[in-house]
Nanobody
Framework: QVQLVESGGGLVQAGGSLRLSCAAS????????WGWFRQAPGKEREFVGA????????LYGDFVKDRFTISRDNAKNMVYLEMKSLKAENKEVYYC??????????????????WGQGTQVTVST
């Protein structure tokens, strides 16, 4: 059973930066891909980005506009989301997720196998 725990969320001023972490424990898959999603109240879960099992491929949502960077440390079973130039938006919960058998990068939340409980990010004005 894979356990994912996000951390690093909180309150940040517009224009600031935040680094989210996702720690994985338990059984993981060598060919997995990691994804980051976010969800605001009343909205569907939105794709933020994904990274391939070896880190060689990355894909980001259009709204990111080169402001976010995903990285992973397989030796530590960690995946990160570095966010810069944050904009004032509604409170959003950021989730990390694992696609256990990813030969490509998936943009749809329904296809990911394991999810963390999320960490809330609030950007103030």
């Amino acid at each position: 059973q894979v356990q994912l725990v996000e951390s690093g969320g909180g309150l940040v001023q517009a224009g600031g930066s935040l680094r989210l972490s996702c720690a994985a424990s338990g059984r993981t898959f060598s060919r997995n891909a990691w994804g980051w999603f976010r969800q605001a109240p009343g909205k569907e879960r939105e794709f933020v980005g994904a990274i391939s099992w070896n880190g060689g491929r990355q894909l980001y949502g259009d709204f990111v506009k080169d402001r976010f960077t995903i990285s992973r440390d397989n030796a530590k079973n960690m995946v990160y989301l570095e966010m810069k130039s944050l904009k004032a938006e509604n409170k959003e919960v950021y989730y990390c997720a694992e696609d256990e058998t990813a030969y490509g990068l998936r943009l749809t939340a329904n296809y990911y196998d394991y999810w963390g409980q999320g960490t809330q990010v609030t950007v103030s004005t």
